[in-house]
């Protein structure tokens, strides 16, 4: 099962690195991860995708608590929460092609923010599931670069 963990940091050099050693010392592979400073500039929040059982989140959250620039860890997983990922795609469009394409962006509500001869920058932020199916919509025509955020996650309601 995946884990939406987010985790409220010191802004300060050094703790992400800490955070991500913390990982990878014990084993835990990262699926996503996103970091952003918060309405405070002394805090960021890093969002954590990690993929284990409950025992390893649970072992996760522990070790993460006893670091010093750790202000608080939330597991949001079941929590109601809002959660979006963004991607940047670039897509082969002739022009024989390109208003096909301009269909398909317009459907999942991304926007085009590049234009070339031969080619075409779509920017689409949604949830995973929404940017993997424009992503095999637009394989067809042939992706030429892509590139993808981590997913950046917040629990719904009050602090």
């Known amino acids: 099962m995946k884990h939406t963990v987010s985790v409220l940091v010191a802004n300060k050099s050094g703790v992400l690195a800490r955070i991500a050693s913390l990982f990878s010392r014990?084993?835990?592979n990262i699926d996503s991860l996103s970091v952003g400073t918060t309405d405070d500039p002394t805090v960021s929040r890093i969002t954590i995708?990690?993929?284990g059982t409950n025992q390893v989140l649970e072992q996760v959250t522990k070790q993460l608590n006893k670091l010093i620039d750790v202000y608080k860890v939330s597991d949001i997983?079941?929590?109601p929460s809002i959660d979006r990922d963004l991607a940047l795609i670039k897509v082969k469009a002739g022009s024989n092609t390109r208003s096909e394409i301009m269909q398909v962006v317009d459907i999942f509500r991304g926007k085009i923010v590049d234009v070339a001869s031969?080619?075409?920058v779509v920017e689409v932020t949604g949830n995973e599931e929404k940017?993997?199916?424009?992503e095999e919509l637009l394989r067809p025509f042939g992706i030429l670069e892509l590139?993808?955020?981590g997913k950046i996650a917040m629990a719904r309601g009050e602090k």
């Open 147 to 149: 590139v993808r955020t």
């Open 77 to 79: 997983t079941k929590d």
């Open 131 to 134: 940017v993997n199916a424009i």
């Open 26 to 28: 014990r084993g835990f």
């Open 49 to 51: 995708v990690v993929a």
């Open 118 to 120: 031969d080619s075409i």
